[in-house]
């Protein structure tokens, strides 16, 4: 036998999925796709590949330059856009720091103001 057989669990791990998963999609393949053995199920490729195509399984090696290329584009437009808001809020922030303490110096002479003014009526 030339083609290597997976357990559920090795091709569960492999795939980054439940073995419930990979048992559910087994009990959806034909029985000659399958091969026990001393009562563990061992899977072949054309299973392995059938149970890839129900998932929605895309290998990774085959994620092509254009996708790679649209989501870094993608990535530098949303950095861009971050560092906009980063910079606009920064600049918000400062203005609100400068009226607060345009605000503490105007309380500070009103607390001088009314100082004067209750030590003139008391005199």
Known sequence: MSEKLKTIKELADELGVSKKKIHYQVSKLDSDLIQKLDGTIYLGNRAIKAIKENIGYVSKTKLDSGAIQNRQHLDSELDTQNTKLIHEKSEQINYLKEQIKNKDNQIS???????????AQKQ
């Open 109 to 119: 002479v009103k607390d001088e103001q009314i100082k004067s003014l209750v030590e």
